[in-house]
């Protein structure tokens, strides 16, 4: 199968996100291959079985959020430039979100921008990160705060890599499905109350699904001046909460989940979403282990967060919220109070 990401009129950087089609993938200028140990050891093989080039390298950037870093993407750089990689390069970058956002970055900033190729071994990167062009890295003031958007020149998934996911990586993945079912389809949204994505053939449906509705949110706002924000949905306050707790506790889609609970909860207060759908969307987050307590030790501090999130522009913070399910909302003139009101109330 394979979904188009097409930004017409604008079609220069359009391309295909193939599903379950990876075949020969054939180069004539260097390649590197980006990836970690874990990642390597369980599947480097296989890729390598798929790859033509005169001249490949492979590079391995060390595992987890914490690494999600400026000198790490500078590590790969260096590389590129040790092996004499020119704009006739392509990079690849094969593992989760953590590789897919370094690699795409050094890609953006090489040489001003050289090709780079996905192939997410993760189902949260099949269903979201490799597919839309951000990239970028953490520091200390909080997630994603350095990067560029650049597109993919392709995306391949392929189921086989998830086989060896480890169920705690599986969850955080359906917490980014859960997020676009929520703000954009109420069909996908029952669908998934009534299937489990244990099942093969359930999981190939949501992961085709979300990424035809990422495919189709990007292709129209690819720089999030509209509509791209709202798959931002849980992550206002989960970017809060992965920096709070050091990137360790988490995983980003687990506090994208307690995210979406108290994005929830902000919305039942403002009157966009009542109890019953408030816990429909809890029911379904629980039933994949994404209902995680976190009560938060300073909500001030917590609020003083928002204003680093890059949809927060001339001090005013933007929360995108469910309207009912299916639909979404986005609100900049949310009162101080009941922002404070449910980080004080959020899990006591
Ligand atoms: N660019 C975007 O649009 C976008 C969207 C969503 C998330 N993100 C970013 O993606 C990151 C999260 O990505 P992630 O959840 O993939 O985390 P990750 O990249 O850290 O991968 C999770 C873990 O699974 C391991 N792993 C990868 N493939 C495996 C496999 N097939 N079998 C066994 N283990 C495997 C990794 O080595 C890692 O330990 C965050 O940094 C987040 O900010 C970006
Ligand atoms: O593609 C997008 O747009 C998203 O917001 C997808 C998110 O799941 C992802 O975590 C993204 O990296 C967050 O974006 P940011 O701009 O808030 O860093
Ligand atoms: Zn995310």
Redesign the pocket.
């Known amino acids: 199968m394979k979904i188009a990401v097409d930004f017409s009129p604008a079609q220069s950087h359009n391309y295909a996100v193939h599903i379950d089609a990876l075949e020969r993938l054939s180069f004539s200028g260097k390649v590197a291959i980006v990836t970690?140990p874990?990642?390597a050891g369980?599947?480097l093989k296989t890729l390598l079985g798929h790859i033509e080039a005169k001249e490949l390298y492979i590079i391995t950037v060390p595992?987890?959020?914490t690494h999600?870093t400026l000198a790490n993407v500078e590590y790969i750089i260096e590389n590129l430039l040790n092996h004499r990689f020119d704009r006739n390069a392509t990079l690849i970058a094969f593992?989760?979100?953590?590789?897919?956002?370094m690699v795409?970055f050094a890609a953006a900033i090489f040489q001003r921008g050289i090709k780079f190729i996905q192939i997410?071994?993760?189902l949260?990167?099949q269903v979201?990160?490799?597919?839309?062009g951000?990239?970028?890295v953490?520091n200390r003031f909080g997630?994603?705060l350095v990067g560029a958007f650049h597109q993919p020149s392709a995306v391949y998934c392929e189921s086989a890599?998830?086989?060896?996911?480890?169920s705690r990586?599986f969850g955080?993945?359906v917490a980014?499905i859960i997020k676009m079912a929520v703000t954009f389809d109420a069909e996908f949204f029952a669908f998934l109350e009534k299937n489990n994505l244990h099942e093969t053939s359930h999981l190939q449906n949501a992961v085709a699904r979300s990424i035809a509705i990422k495919a189709n949110v990007v292709a129209q706002d690819e720089r999030e001046a509209g509509v791209r924000a709202v798959?931002n949905y849980g992550h206002t306050f989960g970017h809060v909460i992965e920096n709070e707790t050091g990137y360790g506790r988490f995983?980003?889609?687990e506090a994208v989940a307690i995210g979406m609970r108290m994005a929830n909860a902000l919305a039942r207060k403002l009157g966009y979403i009542g109890d019953e759908e408030e816990e429909r969307i809890s029911t379904l987050l629980r039933s994949y282990g994404l209902h995680f307590s976190y009560p938060v030790a300073n909500p001030e501090a917590f609020y003083q967060a928002f204003f680093l999130d890059k949809k927060s522009l001339d001090a005013t913070i933007a929360f995108i919220l469910p309207k009912g399910i299916g639909n979404y909302t986005i609100v900049k003139d949310a009162p101080k109070e009941t922002v404070l009101e449910v980080l004080q109330e959020f899990d006591r």
Request: no cysteine; glycine share 22%.
């Open positions: 970690n874990k990642v369980l599947h595992d987890g959020e999600k593992g989760g979100g953590v590789v897919g956002d795409g997410p071994t993760t949260l990167s979201d990160a490799s597919v839309g951000k990239t970028g953490n997630k994603n890599f998830l086989a060896t996911l480890p990586e955080a993945g980014e798959l995983l980003h889609g």
